[in-house]
T-cell receptor
Framework: KAGVTQTPRYLIKTRGQQVTLSCSPI?????VSWYQQTPGQGLQFLFE???????NKGNFPGRFSGRQFSNSRSEMNVSTLELGDSALYLC?????????????????FGPGTRLTVL | GDSVTQMEGPVTLSEEAFLTINCTYT??????LFWYVQYPGEGLQLLLK?????DKGSNKGFEATYRKETTSFHLEKGSVQVSDSAVYFC?????????FGDGTTLTVKP
């Protein structure tokens, strides 16, 4: 089974631009979460999508948005980029078994997209 | 909100030494607890998990026990190897939302 894939792997943008990152979850996984990883702030939760609906959201400004498609693929968009948005953006998918509480589910992480804002 | 606190790193050990990485958490309800590992240049992968109090997760010689009374989930390994060098993250999932610790960098020297 193929793992979680993220595209692109590397991206360089300038301040004020916008960017869209893509994530393809493991086949059959319906939950997709996004995280921002930086040396100073660690790993921070952005949001989680399940069945095309945002189910949970972290404490990030409205410039950060996402969506999920009917095939569970997800995109994350950041508008009006700032220098501080430079980070590794990780996507994780999870198999949400209707018979198990969602807290039990292991997350499978992709390799990340390294975004550099100049 | 929920939070996870890990012991600060980096941690440097010699091969075959005993490893402990402390992790404590704050959460309402009954979270599940996880340890993830990130090897250089790779994404995070699950190392072990525990879903209720007194559960012990174990994998690849690593162990951690869910201690509700001390709100802790310390990671231990009896004899580390050079290949264990990585960043280790303690995490909890509560009502579908995950919270991660800051990560602890482990370097094992031959």
């Amino acid at each position: 089974k193929a793992g979680v894939t993220q595209t692109p792997r590397y991206l360089i943008k300038t301040r004020g631009q916008q960017v869209t990152l893509s994530c393809s979850p493991i086949s059959g996984h319906r939950s997709v979460s996004w995280y921002q990883q930086t040396p100073g702030q660690g790993l921070q939760f952005l949001f989680e999508y399940f069945s095309e609906t945002q189910r949970n959201k972290g404490n990030f400004p409205g410039r950060f948005s996402g969506r999920q498609f009917s095939n569970s693929r997800s995109e994350m968009n950041v508008s009006t980029l700032e220098l501080g948005d430079s980070a590794l953006y990780l996507c994780a998918s999870s198999l949400v078994d209707s018979g198990s509480p969602i807290s039990y589910n292991e997350q499978f992480f992709g390799p990340g997209t390294r975004l550099t804002v100049l | 909100g929920d939070s996870v606190t890990q012991m600060e790193g980096p941690v440097t050990l010699s091969e075959e030494a005993f490893l402990t990485i402390n992790c404590t958490y704050t959460a309402t309800g009954y979270p599940s607890l996880f340890w993830y590992v990130q090897y250089p240049g790779e994404g995070l992968q699950l190392l072990l998990k525990a879903t209720k109090a007194d559960d012990k997760g174990s994998n690849k010689g690593f162990e951690a026990t869910y201690r509700k009374e001390t709100t802790s989930f310390h990671l231990e390994k009896g004899s580390v190897q050079v290949s264990d060098s990585a960043v280790y993250f303690c995490a909890l999932t509560n009502a579908g939302k995950s919270t991660f610790g800051d990560g602890t960098t482990l370097t094992v020297k031959p």
